[in-house]
């Protein structure tokens, strides 16, 4: 895929929702007969009480929240297959309230064919070619791409793309966001980074130590039901206004802030109607301070937005509508 045309394998957090979601392993990967680190995350609106994870039915862990107003969290299991085979990987979230969301399933094969060629690669007999190239000792965290991907500016499907990957392309991880949804990356051979979505990759040698960049909300450029309406005995007396708001983690509150020529500003919270998109419609004769005193006068407008974390944005200030008194 590119990235902002494909449904992720794994559970996508929703704002409202109590939710859950796998990181690592992806649905469907092929693992070794090897210790693994499963990583999986819990939102809800109401803050989360615990995360459950189970394998193949068994209940392996249960994690609850430090903080019972964190509304959304990471956790990490160390798992130890046993035997090779298929297994179901499930984990779901219980809120404050006691609701639990909806199961974020992950299907896995472990296959011991894939610890023994790497035990023969190992133990294979150095070549000269080989034997000049020294062993690694450590290894960076990185991602391999498992398809086709876009790389972006930051952290959402809303951000611009910067370029596009290749399947089975690798890139050194530089950083995360707050969910370890999305991956900083360093493209290979040069010093840019970009973004990439946690599920178009496959990970390696994570650890504590990547640091996590916050990005605020980011507003996109709003759409409107028309460029004119208008007060007085007519019937276009309203207009509609809506935004498209991305952020890596749930939205507190988007605001409009608008008024007319020599008004001060007024404030209104806006609606989300679903999918990132908040929306408000202005009647000129209830929400429009001064709109009887003005022949015509734009309509001055900006958003800010507040996720759960505290971070905020500002839009720019908008004038593509315009308040008039009836024809």
């Not at 995360?51 to 509304?71: C, H, K, T, W, Y």
Request: aromatic residues 10%; negative net charge.
């Amino acid at each position: 895929m590119l990235s902002a045309c494909n449904f992720p394998t794994t559970f996508t957090p929703v704002a409202g929702n109590v939710s859950a979601w796998i990181d690592a392993p992806l649905d469907g990967s092929h693992l070794a007969l090897a210790p693994y680190e499963v990583v999986y995350h819990g939102a809800a609106p109401a803050g989360i009480e615990k995360v459950e994870l189970r394998i193949n039915g068994d209940l392996v862990a249960v994690q609850e929240s430090f903080n019972p107003l964190q509304q959304i969290f990471t956790f990490h299991f160390k798992w130890q297959p046993i035997v090779p085979g298929n297994y179901t990987l499930i984990a779901r979230t219980q809120d404050t309230n006691g609701d639990w969301g909806d199961d974020a399933v992950a299907e896995v094969i472990i296959d011991e064919a894939i610890g023994e060629a790497n035990e023969q690669r190992e133990d294979a007999t150095p070549t000269p070619e080989t034997a000049a190239v020294p062993a690694l000792v450590s290894c960076e965290p990185s991602a391999t791409f498992i398809m086709d991907a876009n790389c972006r500016s930051g952290p959402s499907l809303g951000h611009d793309i910067l370029t596009s990957t290749s399947a089975g392309q690798t890139a050194l991880i530089v950083g995360q966001n707050q969910s370890s949804s999305w991956w900083n990356i360093q493209l290979p051979g040069t010093e840019n980074t970009c973004w990439v979505s946690g599920t178009t990759v496959e990970t390696t040698c994570l650890s504590d130590k990547i640091p996590q960049i916050s990005f605020p909300p980011l507003i996109n450029t709003p759409t409107m039901s028309t460029n004119d309406f208008h007060w007085g005995d007519c019937d276009l007396r309203k207009v509609t206004i809506q935004a498209d708001v991305f952020s890596d983690t749930l939205i507190s509150y988007v605001e409009i802030h608008f008024r007319i020529k020599q008004q001060s500003w007024s404030v209104l919270e806006m609606q989300n109607i679903g999918d990132r998109t908040y929306s408000i419609t202005l009647n000129s004769r209830d929400d429009i301070p001064g709109a009887m005193d003005q022949i015509s006068s734009p309509l001055w407008y900006y958003f800010i937005a507040m996720d759960t974390s505290g971070l905020f944005s500002q839009s720019e200030t908008y004038q593509n509508i315009n308040l008039s008194k009836c024809p």
